[in-house]
């Protein structure tokens, strides 16, 4: 419609068009194009008249800058919203048929985060048409960040096989070492002639925590690497990456276990220590007391709960005291993300008290990725996972800027 409105000349219409209310008083524009599935129209549409307006200046300079103004409003409004709903959550609401795929396409291209971007492109690929597949390209390539940018790409190349070489040469791109080893080594199952390149970034990374990580990366194309990986994660000074990176080698080389396990059990920092024991109760099943131990000896409530919440898996006793201990903690983030972890060992039993511990969440966000993570056991929940994100839909529509 703007086109046609700009070709006939009547400028003023499109930023009247722009203006208009539906009856509940959201942008009656926004709210058609969301509801036919086209909310990237709506977006393009604004920028069309934010440059309408610039252009205009001379003519009538108050006039211009305001409107330049209520549109930098809508744009910075759009922003924010597609910044708040998780990628996951996206995906959710187009499994659900809740958004069409051109909905979620077009909030991850409005997402001001170049990681949460390529995150929302990986999230929402298997839900692409054809027909969306080269704008979700376009977008791909629109990502400042290379290693995002690298991401992207190479979450479009099963869907769009010609976009491997582009691909690759943003990978090569990468100015920071250890980004670059670990865009180029998922490359090495599809371009085995790769190898060699990744294997060299590799060896290049001065951090030797880093370092180790990539080369054990590489262990599974090329296993002569295991050796040189060994020996660099032995020089790792700090307890903590050196017990990480040791237990890795422990399923190709079992004589490392007894080496790994005592390095885990000197960390000094509890939570660390209980973090790095669980990794091997389930090859040392004797280990678990210790790891429990150490875990309920945390005095920090946050890390308790997420030491514990690690061990659900191992011993399922924990369950209910690893809720209440994820009901205790302070920060949201950490609260949440316990749930979200606890979340598939849960018993029927439990579910309603996971449920209230989301519900108490005050921050939107997290307590709509809490609740979110209870829809696969309560599909009922569904509706007030997603309410926050309607009720910024709707805030963001109507009073402030939409309006």
């Not at 597949?133 to 960040?145: C, K, M, N, Q, S």
């Not at 439990?350 to 969440?361: K, Q, S």
Request: proline share 7%; net charge negative; hydrophobic share 40%.
């Amino acid at each position: 419609m703007l086109w046609h409105l700009e070709k006939a000349g009547q400028i003023a219409q499109i930023h009247q068009l722009l203006r208009e209310e539906t009856a509940e008083g959201h942008n009656g524009w926004y709210s058609q194009c969301e509801r036919e599935g086209k909310t990237a129209v709506f977006i393009k549409d604004v920028s069309r008249a934010w440059q309408l307006a610039e252009e205009h200046f001379i003519e009538n300079p108050s006039e211009s800058i305001g409107l330049q103004v209520r549109y930098t409003l809508i744009t910075t409004s759009l922003n924010s919203l597609a910044g708040n709903i998780p990628p996951e959550l996206i995906a959710l609401l187009i499994k659900h048929e809740i958004w069409t795929p051109a909905q979620g396409l077009a909030y991850v291209r409005q997402n001001p985060d170049s990681e949460k971007q390529a995150g929302g492109l990986t999230a929402i690929s298997p839900y692409l048409t054809p027909t969306l597949l080269p704008e979700a390209l376009e977008i791909a390539r629109g990502i400042g960040d290379k290693s995002d940018r690298a991401w992207a790409l190479t979450e479009l190349v099963p869907h769009l096989p010609e976009v491997l070489p582009e691909a690759l040469e943003v990978a090569r791109g990468i100015g920071k070492e250890t980004d670059r080893a670990w865009a180029l080594t998922r490359f090495v199952s599809r371009l085995p002639e790769v190898l060699p390149e990744a294997l060299a970034v590799a060896r290049g990374i001065g951090d030797k925590s880093d370092r180790a990580w990539a080369l054990t990366e590489l262990v599974p194309h090329l296993p002569e690497v295991l050796p040189e990986a060994l020996e660099v994660a032995r020089g790792i000074g700090k307890e903590t990456d050196r017990a990480w990176a040791l237990t890795r080698f422990v399923s190709r080389l079992p004589e490392v276990l007894p080496e790994a396990l005592a390095v885990a059990r000197g960390i000094g920092d509890e939570f660390d220590r209980a973090s790095a024991l669980t990794r091997f109760v389930s090859r040392l099943p004797e280990v678990l007391p210790e790891a429990l131990a150490v875990a309920r000896g945390i005095g920090d409530e946050d890390k308790r709960a997420r030491a514990l919440t690690g061990l659900v898996s191992h011993l399922p006793e924990v369950l209910p005291e690893a809720l209440e201990a994820a009901r205790g903690i302070g920060d949201e983030y950490y609260r949440a993300s316990a749930l979200t972890k606890l979340v598939s060992h849960l018993p029927e039993s439990l579910l309603p008290e996971a449920l209230a511990i989301a519900r108490g969440i005050r921050g939107e966000y997290y307590r709509g990725w809490a609740l979110t993570g209870l829809v696969s056991h309560l599909p009922e929940v569904l509706p007030e996972a997603l309410e926050p994100t309607f009720r910024t839909l709707n805030c963001h529509r109507s009073k402030k800027p939409l309006k």
